[in-house]
């Protein structure tokens, strides 16, 4: 290490502790006691595809900070696979890691007195998670993507974790058999990586590339190619750079920047989870974001990808089309980026691309030329009403129909209304709501996917609206509005909804509504009862007690101690 990264390094611990013989016995010899301690927060785990590529890319970004000149620490953090526990208990837990995941680097790296940190994540609460605790701690971060998993293949069509989803609500049609579902099951997932589509991960990991916090690139990667190892290497060395030159998260996430990622979200069609994330980033970092700027983002981005779920392609499709710098630039060009946000290289937006091309290739129909985007607006929108007076999240892009009023059919939690769905008991024009699944509710604010695959299964996508105070999956798509806050559990309109009531959702006129009066709400509310919590112990009984509102992120510290 040369005498100016010494002199400009902050290695709080090793200065100040005694205790040199217990890094002595990790691996410290006598010239590295005044080298940046880096952390290497390791998402490896085989509970899941997404994370099982991990601990590889770990290493390789080990030797990377070895080669730089800092010293390297790993250390575990959890995850939860969204696609194992989806439709059941345990995904009340998806959310609540992104808080324990958070919680976790920032004790390791703060406990430890850490100069950097380099995450490394697959599934979808890894990554904000990660940044929720970079945008904490405000040391130098950098996140690396573990890899989008490569598409399976049957009779012809590209798969994903979804098709499997799908084809277990095409089976309960009638419209494929048992062995038909078995096979889409066997080839839906072919190796390691994160869900194909542009879903949460994809979406989350995009976003981070536009925010500035991961390399040019590195959001696309397939986990099983050579070039996501030496990604994680090249990130690890940034990492490095960005210590001696004391780059820190929240000079990188900014409003502006924030702005580049939600616009990036709404070209690349992302998931409406990225809308729950990036409120509780922004206020993490100290940024003032609200629902109602996702909204005006929306109205000047169009969709310019055509990605899964409700388009022909996927992320590995989009890497090869020029990835996010091509999207960036294109955005960049019609002024809808800001140019002058710095980035983890020390490089502005306007910088990193400079050089890449101002339309895409002619060659590929991934990512749409300016003139011809799949929608000339964004796809999640947020919709307001007396069934949502904070705010509800829709994804309307790929909806026939972006209007339906009809019969609410009332479901108490999502297993209730799958239940529904697969005994033919959902017909066309029907709007399902599912409540107490939200984030205090639920607890844990789970995503219906279950439903809304088996309701695309049955052939009902354009005919059926679903609204919940749960979430959705990146993979879900359809006439469907989530995030609505208030949730039920707080004594959210939602709750007073009867069996049969007229609901509306119009998403040109971003509506939600239940068609009865005030007079008739304030009845129900006189005589409304709340659900006692499901859990009182554990740590969902924690979550429970201190978790916000989805509206500002359902964030667990969000004015612990206001004023």
Not at 136 to 141: D, F, G, Q
Not at 304 to 326: E, F, M, N, R
Request: aromatic content about 4%; hydrophobic content about 40%.
């Amino acid at each position: 290490m040369s005498e100016n990264l010494k002199s400009q390094v902050i290695t709080q611990g090793v200065q100040r502790s005694p205790n040199r013989a217990m890094l002595r016995a990790v691996g410290f010899q006598d010239g590295d006691f005044n080298k940046a301690i880096v952390g290497i927060a390791n998402a490896y785990s085989t509970i899941t595809p997404c994370n099982m590529g991990i601990n590889q890319l770990a290493l390789r970004a080990e030797q990377g900070i070895k080669n730089a000149g800092a010293m390297p620490q790993i250390f575990g953090t959890i995850t939860i696979s969204d696609g194992i526990s989806m439709g059941t208990e345990g995904m009340k837990y998806s959310l609540v890691s992104r808080e324990v995941i958070a919680d976790s680097i920032e004790t390791a790296c703060t406990g430890q007195s850490m100069d950097g940190v380099i995450a490394i994540g697959g599934c979808d609460k890894n990554m904000p998670g990660a940044m929720i605790a970079m945008a904490r701690m405000n040391i130098p971060a950098i996140f690396v993507y573990g890899g989008t998993i490569k598409p399976g293949h049957y009779k012809g069509k590209d798969l994903t974790v979804v098709s499997a989803f799908e084809a277990v609500g095409e089976y309960s049609a009638g419209k494929i058999d048992e062995k038909e579902l078995i096979e889409v099951e066997k080839r839906a997932c072919p190796g390691a990586g994160s869900c194909g589509g542009m879903y949460t991960a994809n979406t989350m990991s995009s976003a981070f590339e536009a925010l500035g916090m991961s390399l040019p690139y590195s959001s696309t990667m397939a986990a099983e190619d050579a070039e996501k190892a030496e990604s994680t290497e090249k990130s690890a060395q940034v990492l490095v750079e960005a210590i001696r030159k004391q780059i820190l998260p929240r000079q990188i996430i900014t409003r502006k920047s924030i702005e580049n990622a939600i616009s990036v979200i709404m070209a690349v069609g992302g998931s409406t989870n990225a809308v729950l994330h990036f409120l509780a980033i922004a206020h993490t970092a100290g940024v003032e974001l609200s629902l109602d700027d996702f909204e005006t983002i929306r109205a000047r981005v169009p969709v310019l990808c055509d990605l899964k779920p409700s388009g022909q392609y996927v992320a590995t499709d989009l890497h090869k089309a020029g990835g996010i710098p091509q999207v960036m630039k294109m955005l960049l060009d019609h002024n809808l980026l800001h140019g002058d946000c710095i980035t983890i290289t020390g490089q502005t937006v306007a910088e990193i691309l400079a050089d890449v091309p101002s339309t895409p290739a002619s060659n590929q129909n991934v990512i749409r030329p300016w003139e011809n985007p799949m929608y000339p607006q964004g796809h999640l929108a947020i919709l307001k009403g007396n069934l949502a007076t904070e705010g509800a999240v829709a994804k309307i892009t790929g909806v026939k129909k972006p209007v339906i009023t009809g019969p609410a059919r009332v479901f108490e939690s999502e297993e209730e209304c799958l239940d529904a769905i697969l005994a033919g008991k959902i017909v066309a024009g029907d709007v399902i709501i599912i409540r107490y699944e939200g984030p205090k509710g639920g607890p844990g604010m789970r995503e219906m996917l279950a439903p809304t695959s088996a309701i695309i299964g049955a052939g009902l996508g354009d005919s059926v609206g679903l609204i919940t105070d749960g979430r959705f999956s990146g993979g879900t798509y359809g006439m469907v509005v989530g995030h609505v806050a208030p949730e039920a559990a707080v004594g959210g309109n939602i709750a007073l909804v009867q069996e049969g009531d007229s609901i509306t959702i119009d998403a040109h006129n971003r509506l939600l509504q239940v068609n009865i009066s005030d007079e008739e709400l304030a009845k129900r509310r006189a005589v409304y009862v709340s659900h006692p919590p499901r859990y009182t112990k554990g740590i969902l009984g924690k979550y429970a007690k201190l978790v916000s509102s989805s509206s500002v992120g359902a964030l667990t510290d969000l004015d612990l101690f206001p004023g």
